[in-house]
């Protein structure tokens, strides 16, 4: 019962998702024959943003996956979302792939297919619509999509202050912003000066 209870715990602790997109047989000529090794493209994310993907050889699939998740752990990157959608539309090419991606309201899903649904899915957006054109390579496509998702910069909210800067629940006055003391008269601006040093005592 305690290792069933361990083998639990571990599967709740593993922070990323993986997906295999790609599995390929390769071979390499050598001086004593051909030497056959599996490609693996592999693609991994935690669901709330971040996404990353990795390709690697091996002499068989499961020594290849292991390498390809090591490396997409090292190229991590972060994807901005706004109401489970992204900001704007964007189209991205990367040599022969070319890939649109559009955002949609809440409620559409994820309309892609391929390599490009199994990444929204994996970086945790839950409402897009986007097209592959030229190219049906999986990897090019992958590497478009992330290329895509860098392209992306997440908006700061700024609060309009008035003259104030908030800092918790204590409020610091500074001085009037510069707009506001342009169309006022000299005597305007000092009666509002000597407020604001009252205010400060």
């Known amino acids: 019962m305690a290792r069933k ?10 922070e990323f998702e993986q997906r295999i997109i790609d599995v390929a047989r390769v071979t390499r000529v050598m001086a004593g024959g051909k030497r056959m090794k599996f490609r693996v493209c592999l693609a991994i994310g935690d669901r709330k943003g971040r996404v990353g993907a990795g390709i690697a050889k091996g002499a068989d699939v499961t020594a290849a ?32 792939a070319k890939i649109i991606l559009k955002p949609a309201k809440p409620g559409t899903g994820v309309k892609a297919g391929g390599a490009v649904r199994i990444l929204c899915e994996l970086a945790g957006v839950a409402n897009i619509t986007s097209k592959i054109l030229g190219s049906n390579n999986k990897i090019n496509n992958v ?44 005597k305007d601006k000092l009666k509002k000066l000597i407020n604001i040093k009252k205010e400060d005592k």
Do not use: C, W
């Not at 292991?66 to 990367?94: C, E, Q, R, S, W």
């Not at 590497?143 to 700061?156: P, R, V, Y």
């Not at 609060?159 to 629940?169: C, F, L, Q, S, Y």
């Open 5 to 14: 209870n361990q083998k639990e715990f571990f599967k709740k602790e593993e």
């Open 65 to 96: 996956v292991a390498k390809a998740f090591t490396k997409a752990k090292k190229n991590l990157i972060m994807v901005p979302t706004l109401n489970g959608t992204i900001y704007h539309p964007v189209v991205v090419k990367f040599k022969a």
């Open 143 to 186: 590497k478009a999509t992330l290329n895509a998702f860098k392209s992306f910069k997440a908006i700061e909210k700024k609060e309009k202050t008035d003259g104030k800067i908030v800092r918790g629940a204590n409020e610091l006055t500074v001085k009037p912003k510069v707009e506001e003391t342009k169309s006022l008269n000299l």
